[in-house]
C-alpha cells in the first residue's frame, strides 16, 4: 500500500507541477499559486464540513497545518525565483533531492526507521536516478551563491510541508482537515505576498485582465486539487508503511513531468535523463519489493 499511495503521489505532483509550469507561461507565478490553491480550499472546504472532519481539530493537528500553510508558498516562490535565475538543470534535481532528505531524516530520527538492505539499494538507485533525470551535469554554467540559497530554501520547505502533513494527519477526516487548513494559510500568505507586489506596482494579471484567468480556470483548479490530493497520498503511504520509502518513492515526480513535457510539448530527454528515468523505475522496484 506506501509503495502504490506513493508512486500516485509522484504521478500528481509531476502533473500539478507540469500544469503549473505551464500557466505559469501565461500568468504569474504567484496569481497561478493563489487561484489554483484557492480552487482546492473551496473543494476540501466542503469536505471538511460535509464530513464533520472539525472534530478532529487539536492544538497539534492546528500548528502542523499552519506550518505546512506557512511553508508551502515561500517554497514554491524560492523554487521558481531559483528556476529563473539558475541553471534548471541543478535547480529541479536538488530541490527534489532536499523533499526526499527531510522526510527521511524525520522517519530515521523520530520513528527509529531503518531500510532493508534491498531498500537501501532501491533508494541509491532510485534517488540516483530522479538526479540524472533531472539533468544534472548538462551544463557547465556557474551556480551563483544566490541560486544555491533559494534551492535549498525550497528543498527544506518542500520536505518539511511533506512531513508536517503526515505527521499532523493520523485518520482520513484528520488528513481532510489538516489539508483544508494548510490551504487556507497558502491563500493568506500567497495573497498577501501577491496584494505587496500589487502595490510596489507589479500587475497580478496580464493585459487580458481577469479573462486570462477565467478562460484557465478548469486548469487551474486541476493544479491546486492535484496538489491537495498528491498531499493526501502522501499522507497515507507514510502512516501505513516507512516514512523512507514513501518519501523516496514519492521523489519520483521529476520523471512523470519529463513525459508529460515529452508527450505535450514534444520535448526530447537526453540520453543522461532517459537513463534516469529507468533508474528511477528499477529503483521504485526494488523499493516495493523490499
Known sequence: MTAVFALATSLLWGLADFGGGLLSKRLRELTVVVV????ACLVLGAIVLSTGAWSELDARLLWCAVAAGAIGPVSMLCFYRALAIGPMGVVSPVATLGSVAVPVAVGMVLH???PGLLQAVGTLVAVTGVVLAGGVGGGSAPVQQRTVLLTLIAA??????????????TTIAGLFLTLFLQRVVN???GGGALYASVRRGTPALPEEGVRAVWTVLPALAFVGLADVAANGTYAVAA?????TVAAVLASLYPVVTALAA???LQERLRALQTAGAGLALLG????ASG
Request: charged share 10%; aromatic share 6%.
Open 262 to 264: 515529452r508527450g505535450v
Open 187 to 189: 491563500v493568506v500568505v
Open 112 to 114: 527509529g526507521e531503518r
Open 239 to 243: 502512516q501505513h508503511g516507512p516514512v
Open 156 to 169: 527544506f520547505g518542500f520536505g518539511a510541508t511533506m512531513s508536517l502533513v503526515a505527521e499532523a494527519s
Open 284 to 287: 521504485t522496484v526494488l523499493l
Open 36 to 39: 489554483s490553491q484557492g480552487a
